[in-house]
């Protein structure tokens, strides 16, 4: 259970949080914003946009586990069985009501114009701002929800480029064809309390049961309240900061080249994707807050989609019987890599949970690293020293060939102009029964006892 009743807005997530949080209130360029974000740990908010002086900006709310356990209201140590169990359980669906604070400023027409929001480019090789927030679609035949994250880039003031990776989007986009409707209605929504961002990039079977939004306030044990959109025949979250209402022309196609992904390569090289139109903005009155995800180099882009996959992996694990201590797919291992730090009853059981990581239905398992609870999972120099001292690559590997490759992994063999396939690769890190003794780590005398700061 959270230790405490979970804010229904992003301001007062920030405000109950305001011990992780970094505030910029000296004025800085839209341009400089990705650069600067992308060098905090922990979640930060720029009070002051030279570009864009009504606007506020935030990001990095879950780049690492220790603000990721925030957004459950949880220890640190909870978070993972804490998402792991509520993910289990039924949908609690969300609350209908009249109105809420994102209506307090609407427009439409012409003066829905999505460049006046302080969207950044973010990187060195891409022309156009390009917009990272959660979006919702609706399932025509079930009236479920959807979400996910795909990225689009703000060709105009009212026209962006979206690109829909999602298996569950690209089916209702199906649906809508088959029916003979050549428009599909979106809502972008920004700044939301991230409880709802890691539910909206839950990937697994669900379609036929329910929807993202539905289970958000089961993850957040809480009611979550939902209002109607102006434009289009969608509800949105009432205590969002900005949402955009907009059509998605199914039948367009638009080739693109430069973009980046989750990978931090521009990667792939060229797309073909359906336009959006912007139809209507509503927003909060006070200084609204814009919700970026910084694409590079190792930021939210790369840690919010796979916090859900970490929760399935810990139940898919543990039912096999291993102890779970944690599960991560760390920002530096390009989203291509999961580490699992474990326990295992006796030999056997480390290989299995291996194959069960790297046969996952996602295609971010390319490698697969099994760590004993004696390494700190979140240390990349930690992890390092386990493969290198605890895996005999004779012994402690395995290596499956021609597996579906992630069109972000540049080792890929390329099928088409997307999709590529690659091997895969299970690592045995943890300290091993054959010598256990030899595996005791050697440390300074009251390491972990006494501060260095303490005598500065």
Sequence with gaps: MAKNQLDPDLRGYLETNKDILTVIEKPVSIDDIGALSAQSDGPILFENIKEHPGFRLCDMLVRHR????????????????????????????????????????????????????????????????????????????TGFYNSSHAGTQAVGPQEGLISFITPHTHAIIRKYLDRGEKEMPIAVVFGIPPAYEIMGNFSGLHMDLWGEMEMVGTIMDMDIEMVPCETIPLTVPAHAEIVVEAVVDLESQTDVGVGVSPSMYYLP????????????????????????????????????????????????????????????????????????????????????????????????????????????????????????????????????????????????????????????????????????????????????????????
């Design 269 to 456: 090289k060229q797309a073909t994707l359906p336009t959006m139109h912007i139809q209507a903005i509503t927003m909060r009155k006070d200084r609204p807050i814009y919700r970026n995800h910084l694409t590079t180099p190792d930021t939210d882009h790369q840690t919010l989609p796979r916090l859900c996959h970490e929760a399935i992996l810990y139940n898919r694990l543990t039912e096999i019987g291993v102890k779970i201590h944690d599960i991560q797919f760390p920002t530096w291992g390009a989203a291509l890599s999961c580490v699992i730090q474990l326990e295992a009853p006796r030999e056997g059981f480390i290989n299995d949970a291996l194959m069960q990581a790297m046969g996952a239905p996602w295609l971010n398992t390319k490698m697969v690293v099994a760590v004993s609870p004696d390494t700190d999972i979140s240390n990349a120099q930690e992890v390092y020293h386990a493969i290198a001292t605890r895996c005999d690559p004779s012994r402690d590997m395995i290596i499956v060939d021609n597996t579906r490759g992630s069109p972000f992994d540049p080792s890929g063999e390329p099928i088409d102009a997307f999709w590529r396939t690659v091997g895969k690769v299970g690592i045995d890190a943890t300290a091993k029964s054959r010598n256990l003794a030899d595996h005791e780590r050697a440390w300074p005398l009251n390491w972990g006892k006494v501060k260095l700061e303490d005598y500065l």
């Design 66 to 141: 220790w603000s990721q356990c925030r957004a459950l209201g949880v220890d640190e140590k909870d978070y993972l069985p804490t998402l792991a169990q509520r993910l289990r359980k039924p949908p609690r669906g969300f609350v209908d009501v009249e109105t809420g604070p994102v209506k307090e400023v609407i427009w439409t027409g012409k003066e829905a114009d999505w460049l006046k929001l302080p969207i950044p480019i973010h990187s060195e090789q891409e022309d156009k701002p390009y917009v990272t927030a959660m979006n919702i679609v609706k399932d025509p035949e």
